[in-house]
Structures are given as structure tokens and as C-alpha cells.
């Protein structure tokens, strides 16, 4: 089967024969097989039918670059909306993020009428911790009549996902894997001090060190030929360009280290012929010129970076220049890039080789390692079809600190299944409390999480059972004292036996201090008397001891071994019952909770939303302090300059290593920041009970 004159794969039709059934598809396939072309028939399938259709992304970027493609296409077919931009809103195609798609079904469902597909793509951001709600509660309340296309790499668990999907829709869904790559990859590790190898490389490192100073003494040729044979001796960018392995995407996870990278090596390379050079110039200015930012001060020194065909992309550049800069790197024009793990995501950028700067990032929380999703969706750029037998990774490590364990599970096949991150906001709650009442709780149950919760009850139901068995076949407990119930009585001993290691802990700490102050002299009158009170404690335990039936009776081995036995089983019992509870009511106790923090807040009454409730169902993001600002009238006063700090001061969360204490001039913004301290207070008090 051709489409567009490209011979399709066998994945791909399978796709389009469930689009032209009009089912659900889902489609996981790795980054660079051509999941793109699924999305593109289901458009055209929908213009066809006069039935409007919603692109989706999980960042402003890809929803971008989309809508560029789009356009050039459609022209004004096509539609954007997202949190900085509104274009041709009513669009046949609409280009949008998923927050902006979950807002409408909450505002306006009745905009979604004619909408016949929804594609979803990156549906593995489900997996999120701080966004994946958000494609969760797409799923769940968006209207019946709209089928979704979502396009994922790899998914572990996609038949589990899949099942859930259909019990939620309703509808027939396509369930699709292709695990081969168009462009196989080869995965590197860039040992610093040492050079570039392998996993096992790393190990042997480490497990015969070598001090890496020895490495510039004459000894370096003998000890790496005898002892690192397989470790290639080179740095590493000298080695991508001399192997023909650009262009090179370079992932960084900070955006200062994006920007100091590129100038690090701008001072001392240049990866461009002369003839390159005035191309990428050329290119550069014109666009430039015709995105009106060539007087940019960024600008200026950005054009010696690319004039050696380096530069940078992060999130945080102007919108235009990175537009630049991805065009440029569309032309190839661009050798090195160095860039934040969003240009991994969905843009179609792929480069001959991919460098991790690091295995670890910072995820506005911590420093953690990556997620082997991350890596593979990252190194998933490296390889490009029809042009790269072959794509290159190589991640950078330091032997002295990394865990060779650790590196070999990021960087393996072993990807995460998706698991639900189902925590609906104080707005969602607020509008499905409008739309339903208190039937909220039975349309909570169609989480995905409640769905994998299911599985885990069907779970600990089985090992309840397995417990209860291994129970019911230990033997009963005899006792040769026939006149004492045998379990309690040897319960009875433990429980004494415990009590005992108790109280003697307590006695050795008293006896040392008494001989401390004896040393110093201390308390020298009580010395005497307190001494005799230990040892007089001491007697009445041991008394206690050998009073008990069990110390004495020879069968006590015999009776402790059996009665452990059974004390584990109904520990496991007792644990499974826990969990199994938690599990059950998790989700419902977590509603309750904050259904009740907004019945304290005056947002909510008996389901019914009050003033401050409709108002905060219209927010999405920080709804209780911007309602509790509006409804205590700090904002009234404040011109548009000072609602943007109030705004900035809300919103921003900085490092912990990087927090200044900001000295303001202005005594009013201060008193303003204050004042805005003490309303949205009086949430967070609230907030804390729970």
C-alpha cells in the first residue's frame, strides 16, 4: 500500500485500516519509524468527511512545528491555540496543547461537537508525574462520539493501556507495536579521563581503577593496551566529527549549559567549510531579517556561534530565533547542537549521532538518574532514515562516581510501563462537581489508575488467599500445660521475652549514666541508692522469666519455631488487609479530602459551587490563590505591571542553590507581596489539615 508515493509498512496500514473503520488507534513505534504519516491520514480523513480534527501535543514547540507543517499544506484550514498564541480558532484542523484540549471539555464540551478525531501525540506523557492528569482526564471526559489516534514509542503495558482505553470509550481500539527501527543504533559510553566503550567497559574501569593520571605519563600506551584494550582513547566531539558523525544533537538538561557549551567550542572550532559557512549566513540573516530580530543584541552573537555551525535550542530563547535555529538545522546546515530533551519530543529533527552531557537531571524537584524512557526517547534522534546506516549515542560518565548498575538499566531495552498519575486539580474537581454532582465519585472509578488498581486488588486478593492457605496448614499449637490455651501462651512469652530486651536497654542506658556522674561527682548522695533500684529491677525481671511456664519447658524450641511460623502468616494477613484498603479507597479518600478543603475555602456546598467556586472552575493552575486574591480585593488597585510580579512571585519556584532574597525598591510592592502573603494563607492553613 503507497501513501503520498511512500511505500507504507505494515504498521502503518494496519493504522490507516483502523482509521477507515473510524476506531481508536494506538500506535507504539519507535522515534523515526514513521508514526507521523498515521497522524496525516487521519487529517485528510477528516477533511473528507467535513469533520473538524484536534492535533494535540504535550509542548508549545512540537505544537509549533506542527502547525508550520500544517499550514503549508492547508493554509487556512489549519488553527493554533495554546497558552501564548490564538490563531483561526474554529479551524477544520486545530493545533493545540492537551491542557488547552482538557480546558475545552471542561468550558465549552459543546466546541467539540463536529470534532471526529482527536490525535494524541506523545500519549506516554500519561506517565508524567506533574501533567500526566491532564491526558488522563482528556480521555475520560471528552465527549463519546470522538476517536482518538495516539502515538507512543515504546509501551511495556500498551495491552493493559489499551483495555483500559476501550472500557472508558466504549469504542472498538486498534492496538499497534512495531519495534524495529528504520535506523539501528549503536550505544557508547564516554568515559571521562579514559575515552570511549561500553557498559562492561565501565565495570572493568572500575573494578581494575587505573589511576587516569598515568594516562599522560609514558605507561599510557602499555596500560591501555593491556588493561582497557576495548576503551578508545579520544575526545569525544574530535571523534564524532573525524568518524563523520554529525550532525550531532547534544542534550544538556540545563539551558545555561546549553548556551556555554556552544560558546566553549565556537572559541576554538569550526565544523563548516568556507563555502558552508556563507550558505548558513545567508540563510541566517534572511531569516533574520524576515522575523524582524536582526537588531537582537542574542542575535548578533548567535551568528558567530552558527557561523561555525554550532548553536543552541532551549526553551527559555526567543520564540523566533529558535525557529531560526531549527530551520537551519532542518537544512543541515547546523553541525552541533546543543540543547534541553524538548527538542526530543515530537520534532521531527533527527541527527546522525545523539551525546547525553549527563545520565542524571534536575526534575524540578531533585537530581535524579534518567528513566530509560528518557534515554531511548532522546537517543531515539540519533539516525536518519534514508540518509545514516547507522545512528550513534554516547553518554558521557564519570567512573569515579556513577554505579555501573545503574547505567546499564538506564541505557537498556527495560523500558517503564506507563502508571497512572491520576490527581485531578481543585478546578477539575470543582467543574465535574458542576457537571455531575455527587455522582463524581462513580466517574472518578474510570481512571487508569483505578483500572491498574484493579489488577493489583485481583493481586493481593491471590496472595491473601496463598496466606490463609499456608495458615490453615501449619499445625495446631499443643501445650503439655494443659490447663493454658497453647498459642497465647507462647504469644504471651514473646511478648515478655520483647518486654525483657525492653526494660534491660533501658536499665544499661540508666547504669551508664549513673557512671558518668560518679565520675564527675555528681549526685553523690543518690549514687548508692539509685544503683540499688536498677539491680532491684533487674531481680523482679528475671523473677518474671522464670516464672513463665515456657522458660523451663523443653519443648519452648520446638513451640517458638511453630509459633513464628504462624505470627508471619497473620502479619502478612494483617499487611495484604492494609493494603488492600488503601488501594480500594485511595482515590475516593483523596477526593473527599479535597472536596472538603473547598467546602472549608466557601467554594463548595453539598456539590453546589458557590461564587468562589465558579470563579476558581474558570482557573487552571493556582485556582485557590488567584480566587482568594480576587475575592479579597487585593488585585483592585494594582496596574498591570505589579499584577505581573504578584503574578511571577505566585508561580515561580526556585532551586533551593540558586534562591536570592530579592531586595525590592519599590516599598509598595513589598507591602503588595505582603498583603497577597497573608490572603492565600488563609488556603494554605486549610490545605495543611489535610
Known amino acids: 500500500m503507497d501513501y503520498k508515493g511512500l511505500a507504507l509498512d505494515s504498521f502503518q496500514e494496519q493504522a490507516i485500516k483502523g482509521i477507515d473503520q473510524e476506531h481508536s488507534v494506538l500506535v507504539a513505534a519507535p522515534t523515526g519509524a514513521g508514526k507521523t504519516i498515521i497522524a496525516e491520514y487521519a487529517i485528510e480523513k477528516c477533511i473528507q468527511n467535513s469533520r473538524r480534527v484536534i492535533y494535540t501535543a504535550p509542548i508549545k514547540a512540537l505544537s509549533n512545528q506542527k502547525y508550520r507543517d500544517l499550514t503549508k499544506q492547508y493554509g487556512d484550514q489549519v488553527g493554533i491555540v495554546t497558552g501564548d498564541v490564538v490563531l483561526n480558532q474554529y479551524a477544520q484542523i486545530l493545533l493545540m496543547t492537551t491542557e488547552v484540549f482538557r480546558n475545552t471539555i471542561f468550558d465549552n464540551i459543546n466546541r467539540l461537537d463536529d470534532v471526529g478525531y482527536v490525535i494524541f501525540d506523545e500519549i506516554h506523557y500519561i506517565n508524567d508525574i506533574e501533567r500526566g492528569t491532564v491526558w488522563e482526564e482528556s480521555i475520560i471526559f471528552a465527549p463519546q462520539h470522538i476517536k482518538f489516534i495516539c502515538l507512543s514509542a515504546t509501551i511495556p503495558n500498551i495491552t493493559q493501556f489499551a483495555d483500559w482505553m476501550h472500557d472508558v470509550r466504549e469504542t472498538p481500539i486498534e492496538v499497534i507495536e512495531e519495534h524495529q527501527r528504520p535506523v539501528p543504533l549503536k550505544?557508547?559510553?564516554?568515559?571521562?579521563?579514559?575515552?570511549?566503550?561500553?557498559?562492561?567497559?565501565?565495570?572493568?574501569?572500575?573494578?581494575?581503577?587505573?589511576?587516569?593520571?598515568?594516562?599522560?605519563?609514558?605507561?599510557?600506551?602499555?596500560?591501555?593496551?593491556?588493561?582497557?584494550?576495548?576503551?578508545?582513547?579520544?575526545?569525544?566531539?574530535?571523534?564524532?566529527?573525524?568518524?563523520?558523525?554529525?550532525?550531532?544533537?547534544?542534550?544538556?538538561?540545563?539551558?545555561?549549559?546549553?548556551?556555554?557549551?556552544?560558546?566553549?567550542?565556537?572559541?576554538?572550532?569550526?565544523?563548516?567549510?568556507?563555502?558552508?559557512?556563507?550558505?548558513?549566513?545567508?540563510?541566517?540573516?534572511?531569516?533574520?531579517?524576515?522575523?524582524?530580530?536582526?537588531?537582537?543584541?542574542?542575535?548578533?552573537?548567535?551568528?558567530?556561534?552558527?557561523?561555525?555551525?554550532?548553536?543552541?535550542?532551549?526553551?527559555?530563547?526567543?520564540?523566533?530565533?529558535?525557529?531560526?535555529?531549527?530551520?537551519?538545522?532542518?537544512?543541515?546546515?547546523?553541525?552541533l547542537l546543543f540543547t534541553t530533551e524538548t527538542f526530543a519530543v515530537g520534532i521531527n529533527m533527527p541527527a546522525c549521532s545523539v551525546v547525553f552531557d549527563s545520565l542524571e537531571k534536575y526534575d524540578g524537584v531533585s537530581s535524579r538518574h534518567l528513566k530509560a524512557r528518557e534515554y531511548h526517547q532522546m537517543s531515539g534522534r540519533a539516525g536518519r532514515r534514508g540518509i545514516d546506516k547507522i545512528g550513534y549515542v554516547y553518554a558521557k560518565v564519570n567512573p569515579k562516581l556513577v554505579d555501573a548498575n545503574q547505567v546499564r538499566l538506564i541505557t537498556s531495552d527495560q523500558i517503564e510501563p506507563l502508571e497512572s498519575q491520576f490527581n485531578l486539580s481543585y478546578s477539575s474537581l470543582l467543574n465535574l462537581c458542576n457537571e455531575h454532582g455527587d455522582s463524581i465519585y462513580d466517574v472518578c472509578t474510570q481512571s487508569f489508575s483505578n483500572f491498574q488498581n484493579v489488577t493489583r486488588i485481583q493481586s493481593i486478593d491471590f496472595n491473601q488467599k496463598q496466606a490463609a492457605e499456608k495458615l490453615r496448614?501449619?499445625?495446631?499449637?499443643?501445650?503439655?500445660?494443659?490447663?493454658?490455651?497453647?498459642?497465647?501462651?507462647?504469644?504471651?512469652?514473646?511478648?515478655?521475652?520483647?518486654?525483657?530486651?525492653?526494660?534491660?536497654?533501658?536499665?544499661k542506658s540508666e547504669r551508664r549514666n549513673l557512671h558518668r556522674q560518679k565520675r564527675r561527682q555528681q549526685h553523690k548522695k543518690n549514687w548508692r541508692s539509685q544503683f540499688n533500684s536498677i539491680n532491684r529491677e533487674k531481680q523482679k525481671i528475671q523473677l518474671k522469666k522464670q516464672s513463665n511456664l515456657c522458660n523451663s519447658c523443653n519443648q519452648l524450641d520446638s513451640c517458638n519455631q511453630l509459633y513464628h511460623r504462624i505470627h508471619k502468616q497473620h502479619n502478612l494477613l494483617q499487611h495484604l488487609k492494609k493494603e488492600r484498603d488503601y488501594v480500594e479507597r485511595y482515590h475516593q479518600q483523596q477526593i473527599e479530602f479535597r472536596l472538603e478543603i473547598l467546602r472549608q475555602l466557601d467554594y463548595v456546598d453539598n456539590f453546589k459551587l458557590l461564587p468562589r467556586g465558579i470563579i476558581a472552575s474558570q482557573i487552571y493552575g493556582y485556582e485557590t490563590q488567584i480566587t482568594e486574591l480576587l475575592f479579597s480585593g487585593a488585585l483592585d488597585s494594582l496596574n498591570e505591571d505589579e499584577v505581573n510580579v504578584l503574578m511571577m512571585a505566585i508561580v515561580c519556584e526556585p532551586r533551593k542553590e540558586s534562591f536570592r532574597h530579592v531586595k525590592l525598591r519599590k516599598s509598595t510592592l513589598h507591602n503588595m507581596l505582603k498583603t497577597a502573603d497573608k490572603v492565600i494563607d488563609r488556603a494554605r492553613l486549610v490545605e495543611r489539615n489535610f
Open 187 to 335: 550505544h557508547f559510553l564516554y568515559l571521562e579521563d579514559y575515552g570511549i566503550g561500553t557498559c562492561s567497559d565501565l565495570q572493568e574501569v572500575q573494578e581494575n581503577y587505573a589511576d587516569p593520571r598515568d594516562f599522560e605519563r609514558s605507561e599510557f600506551s602499555r596500560l591501555m593496551a593491556n588493561d582497557f584494550p576495548n576503551i578508545r582513547r579520544a575526545k569525544l566531539i574530535s571523534h564524532i566529527q573525524k568518524e563523520s558523525q554529525f550532525p550531532c544533537l547534544y542534550f544538556c538538561f540545563s539551558r545555561k549549559l546549553c548556551k556555554k557549551n556552544a560558546e566553549y567550542y565556537a572559541k576554538s572550532e569550526n565544523f563548516l567549510q568556507k563555502e558552508q559557512q556563507r550558505q548558513i549566513l545567508d540563510h541566517f540573516d534572511s531569516l533574520c531579517e524576515r522575523f524582524a530580530i536582526l537588531d537582537d543584541r542574542n542575535v548578533k552573537q548567535f551568528r558567530f556561534l552558527v557561523s561555525k555551525g554550532i548553536a543552541y535550542h532551549h526553551a527559555g530563547m526567543l520564540p523566533t530565533l529558535k525557529e531560526v535555529v531549527e530551520r537551519l538545522f532542518t537544512l543541515g546546515l547546523i553541525q
Open 473 to 507: 496448614d501449619l499445625p495446631e499449637p499443643t501445650c503439655i500445660h494443659q490447663e493454658v490455651d497453647p498459642y497465647d501462651q507462647i504469644a504471651g512469652y514473646n511478648q515478655l521475652l520483647k518486654w525483657i530486651a525492653d526494660e534491660e536497654r533501658r536499665l
